[in-house]
């Protein structure tokens, strides 16, 4: 009978033991997860100066990273080329890449952030030597045949997609410089370049050191660029609540009107 007293008056401080290491380990394991989530690696495109440049920093680059510190959460970025950053977000494998637009593929695989960082125009350029016909009434629109050199894996307007329903033949480039240099070197008709209105329509054109063989021809639309979350994740949707609130406050707090400051003047 003092046995079993003795045992019955132990039982609350064994269950009170289990309890506190119980809540410490709860405790342990949400601090891992916190901490697990302060640092986030996602993928950058190489090639879209100068939102993006080849060697990490971008306008675009500054204002992700910039969104996500707001947060608390520190940002790795890995550049890459489009084609493989757009191919990892859409299989899960990297919860985020840009500079991304909206494209039907991407239903139920990807959420892109709330507001764009910027706009992208879709130019037509064309050999100087070799004008291209010029559409009426401001629309996009080629002769059947005209083979034209886009960037691989790129976003492009409804405009650009329905040319080639009408027998328009587009070949794929690594990147839109390469492209304006096989326009120069007239394996290309015509040429499709992102381009925006913070910089000269032609500064492709020289960069790729084609300015004196190549030109705008007409406009194809344009496209807002933003940073695209996976669905599939585990961190897609978290990041993309992050992003969105962090955006949401450097726009107010006037750290995004900075950014913009320091790259375009």
Same mark, same amino acid.
């Given at each position: 009978?003092?046995? +079993?007293?003795?045992?019955?008056?132990?039982?609350?401080?064994?269950?009170?033991?289990?309890?506190?290491?119980?809540?410490?380990?709860?405790?342990?394991?949400?601090?891992?997860?916190?901490?697990?989530?302060?640092?986030?690696?996602?993928?950058?495109?190489?090639?879209?100066?100068?939102?993006?440049?080849?060697?990490?920093?971008?306008?675009?680059?500054?204002?992700?990273?910039?969104?996500?510190?707001?947060?608390?959460?520190?940002?790795?970025?890995?550049?890459?080329?489009?084609?493989?950053?757009?191919?990892?977000?859409?299989?899960?494998?990297?919860?985020?890449?840009?500079?991304?637009?909206?494209?039907?593929?991407?239903?139920?695989?990807?959420?892109?952030?709330?507001?764009?960082?910027?706009?992208?125009?879709?130019?037509?350029?064309?050999?100087?030597?070799?004008?291209?016909?010029?559409?009426?009434?401001?629309?996009?629109?080629?002769?059947?045949?005209?083979?034209?050199?886009?960037?691989?894996?790129?976003?492009?307007?409804?405009?650009?997609?329905?040319?080639?329903?009408?027998?328009?033949?587009?070949?794929?480039?690594?990147?839109?410089?390469?492209?304006?240099?096989?326009?120069?070197?007239?394996?290309?008709?015509?040429?499709?370049?992102?381009?925006?209105?913070?910089?000269?329509?032609?500064?492709?054109? +020289?960069?790729?050191?084609?300015?004196?063989?190549?030109?705008?021809?007409?406009?194809?639309?344009?496209?807002?660029?933003?940073?695209?979350?996976?669905?599939?994740?585990?961190?897609?949707?978290?990041?993309?609540?992050?992003?969105?609130?962090?955006?949401?406050?450097?726009?107010?707090?006037?750290?995004?009107?900075?950014?913009?400051?320091?790259?375009?003047?």
């Amino acid at each position: 009978m003092h046995k +079993k007293k003795t045992h019955f008056r132990m039982w609350p401080h064994v269950a009170s033991s289990f309890l506190i290491c119980t809540l410490q380990l709860l405790v342990a394991s949400t601090c891992i997860a916190q901490e697990a989530h302060e640092t986030l690696t996602i993928m950058v495109e190489d090639a879209a100066a100068p939102w993006s440049k080849s060697d990490g920093t971008g306008y675009a680059n500054d204002v992700v990273v910039a969104a996500f510190k707001e947060m608390g959460v520190e940002v790795r970025l890995r550049v890459v080329p489009y084609s493989r950053c757009k191919y990892m977000v859409l299989n899960g494998q990297v919860a985020a890449c840009f500079n991304m637009s909206w494209q039907s593929e991407f239903e139920g695989k990807i959420k892109l952030a709330a507001q764009p960082i910027f706009k992208v125009h879709n130019d037509i350029f064309e050999h100087i030597n070799a004008p291209l016909p010029k559409p009426s009434d401001a629309k996009c629109d080629l002769p059947p045949g005209t083979v034209v050199g886009i960037t691989r894996d790129y976003e492009y307007s409804a405009q650009v997609t329905a040319l080639q329903t009408s027998g328009v033949v587009f070949k794929n480039s690594l990147s839109d410089l390469t492209s304006l240099q096989k326009l120069a070197a007239r394996r290309f008709q015509a040429v499709l370049v992102m381009s925006n209105d913070l910089e000269p329509r032609n500064q492709k054109a +020289k960069q790729s050191g084609t300015d004196d063989a190549v030109r705008f021809a007409f406009n194809c639309g344009v496209e807002n660029s933003t940073i695209g979350f996976s669905l599939a994740h585990p961190d897609g949707l978290w990041a993309l609540e992050m992003y969105d609130e962090g955006y949401r406050r450097i726009e107010a707090n006037g750290a995004l009107k900075d950014i913009h400051m320091r790259w375009f003047p």
